[in-house]
Nanobody, 116 residues
Framework: EVQLVESGGGLVQPGGSLRLSCAASGFTFSRYAMSWVRQAPGKGLEWVSYINSGGGSTYYADSVKGRFTISRDNAKNTVYLQMNSLKPEDTAVYLC?????????WGQGTQVTVSS
């Protein structure tokens, strides 16, 4: 059974940091590109960051560039999102996505709330 399980979300003050994890199972993780996507309350999905299967290429949305860092550990079947200098507008459910065309898998998401 394919599973993507996100963790690490929570409530943090503006300017704080969180590290999200997404643990994968049920498929060959090292073959899949991974992305983080978020959905703020009442809004659509927003792509946040991407890392290729080997970890050598990463991309970020302009809204998080310089504050967020994506990484992966293929030995642990896990992708991470280090989030620094968090802002209230970063409040959202964060989901991880695994893609190796045509396969595409989603996790259930973890809530991140940035508020004082």
């Amino acid at each position: 059974e394919v599973q993507l399980v996100e963790s690490g979300g929570g409530l943090v003050q503006p300017g704080g940091s969180l590290r999200l994890s997404c643990a994968a199972s049920g498929f060959t993780f090292s073959r899949y590109a991974m992305s983080w996507v978020r959905q703020a309350p009442g809004k659509g999905l927003e792509w946040v960051s991407y890392i290729n299967s080997g970890g050598g290429s990463t991309y970020y949305a302009d809204s998080v560039k310089g504050r967020f860092t994506i990484s992966r550990d293929n030995a642990k079947n896990t992708v991470y999102l280090q989030m620094n200098s968090l802002k209230p507008e970063d409040t959202a459910v964060y989901l991880c996505n695994a893609t190796d065309y045509p396969s595409n898998y989603w996790g259930q998401g973890t809530q991140v709330t940035v508020s004082s």
